[in-house]
């Protein structure tokens, strides 16, 4: 029996860190004492695990399923995109410059000790690991640089259920089409397909299923439902999705090339809404500048499509403007790079917080709570940034070397402010706009999935892998 089990999918944005966090939460539930992995994330939505270090934000959401610390052990390699070509390697949540510098064929010696190390530990403490795979495993191309998918799945002898996204269509040629590039040994250990994102009735699926099984010898073990219950993912699908403003007004978020962390936005709900132009910035009740994986380009855009001067209009009209993190050291006078962080030089910043920030060579990664001077509320989140700032005379700091205020233009380095609900209606009250209806509690959610998905499945057949 395999003490792994690993969801793969057909594509990326199957469902598959959604899926690993509901047998993380169903296993759990059981008694089972399991933790979630994933070799490799590519994602700029991250977060810091309580150790300090950084760590795929969807594998902090399965570690809370799993009901265990998050450690990053269960996501060793973590890739950040700062251009298309370019991205910083975060490994066992640390920036590795010498590692970002490789191309990444001759990253995989190096990184791959280290995924098998963290594998093991896992396996050795925990009873079961849900692994979770990246994009597809049909990527013939990839396939002698593997480091997460089939690889990883052989290292562990892991059952292995093929997801597919059957609300796209073609999950039944996706399926089969990713069984076809699988070599014998890795046929072997594909154990289950799953039909996800399914709408109708799941009687109107037959003969497919019995079809696929007929070409593969797999059988289809699970019509999971299409889910309105929203999770922090890996690549802010649901976020940005959700994002298109309300009836009674609107906050705007710039949607930079690099943003970064859009999770954190959730909480806004229908009142949010993505702009990448100064006319869709118009009429907007606040807003908000994001975090961004490379501030000085993500300025330089801001600048060329126009939306930095509509900012700075807003601002002086005495629209609400809060800057997270990137955002916040937009908003400041100068930003300096002398390490090359993001590739050199000095920028200037759209000059409406009294604030100048140089990029170091070491990120702070930390867990953070503080009390805002001008609410008097108690504030919880995590920072993740290379920069460190420094304020001005014309700036009030609200918080040490986290939070300052100009006027009704705010930035801070706390990822995860709008998180806590007290701040949430106190920023939405500046705006003039109300509340959303608010979230179910991240725990309260995952339970409300792991039912969902446990339905959708042959339970006794997937439980039986194990």
Not at 225 to 242: A, N, S, V, Y
């Amino acid at each position: 029996m395999a003490r792994a089990i690993m969801i793969q999918g057909c594509t990326s944005s199957a469902g598959k860190s959604y899926l690993t966090a509901a047998l993380c939460r169903i296993l759990a539930n059981e008694g089972v004492r399991v933790a979630p992995f994933k070799a490799q994330n590519m994602s700029n939505n991250a977060g810091v695990t309580p150790a300090g270090l950084e760590m795929g934000r969807a594998q902090l959401v399965q570690a809370q399923a799993a009901r265990v610390v998050p450690n990053v052990r269960m996501n060793p390699v973590l890739l950040k995109p700062e251009a298309d070509t370019r991205s910083q390697v975060v490994l066992l949540g640390r920036a590795r410059p010498e590692l970002s510098a490789l191309g990444w064929r001759e990253r995989k010696p190096q990184l791959w000790p280290h995924v098998r190390a963290a594998l093991h530990s896992l396996m050795d403490e925990y009873d079961v690991v849900v692994i979770e795979g990246a994009g597809s495993p049909a990527e013939v191309n990839l396939r002698g640089s593997d480091i997460v998918n089939m690889r990883v799945a052989r290292e562990a002898q892991a059952a292995v259920l093929l997801a597919a996204d059957i609300d796209r269509g073609g999950a039944f040629a996706h399926l089969l089409g990713t069984w076809h590039c699988l070599t014998p040994e890795e046929r072997a250990l594909m154990k289950g397909f799953i039909l996800n994102r399914f709408r109708g009735d799941a009687r109107l699926l037959s003969p497919a299923p019995e079809w696929l099984e007929e070409q593969t010898g797999v059988p289809t073990v699970g019509v999971v439902p299409m889910l309105d219950i929203p999770l922090p993912e890996e690549d802010g699908f649901w976020t940005e999705k959700q994002a298109v403003g309300g009836e009674e007004g609107f906050v705007a978020i710039a949607r930079l090339p690099r943003v970064s962390n859009l999770d954190e936005f959730a909480p806004l709900g229908p009142v949010a809404r993505w702009v990448t132009t100064p006319a869709e910035l118009e009429g907007a009740r606040a807003v908000i500048l994001p975090g961004s994986k490379s501030t000085a380009a993500d300025l330089n855009w801001l600048r060329a499509s126009g939306l930095a001067a509509a900012v700075t209009r807003a601002a002086h009209a005495g629209v609400p403007i809060l800057g997270i993190c990137g955002g916040l050291q937009m908003l400041g006078q100068t930003l300096g790079d002398p390490f090359g962080v993001e590739g050199g030089g000095e920028v200037p910043g759209l000059g409406l917080l009294d604030l100048s920030t140089t990029l170091a060579a070491i990120k702070t990664t930390r867990l953070t709570a503080f009390s805002d001077a001008e609410t008097g509320l108690t504030l919880n989140g995590y920072e993740i940034h290379h920069g460190q700032t420094r304020a001005g005379s014309g700036v009030q700091e609200l918080a040490p070397e986290v939070l300052w205020r100009a006027g009704n233009v705010r930035g801070t380095y706390l990822h995860g402010l709008l998180e806590n609900p007290a701040y949430l209606e106190r920023f939405l009250g500046w705006a003039g706009l109300s509340p959303p209806n608010a979230l179910d509690s991240l725990d309260a959610r995952l339970d409300a999935i792991a039912v969902r998905v446990r339905a959708g499945l042959d339970w006794d057949f997937v439980r039986g892998l194990l």
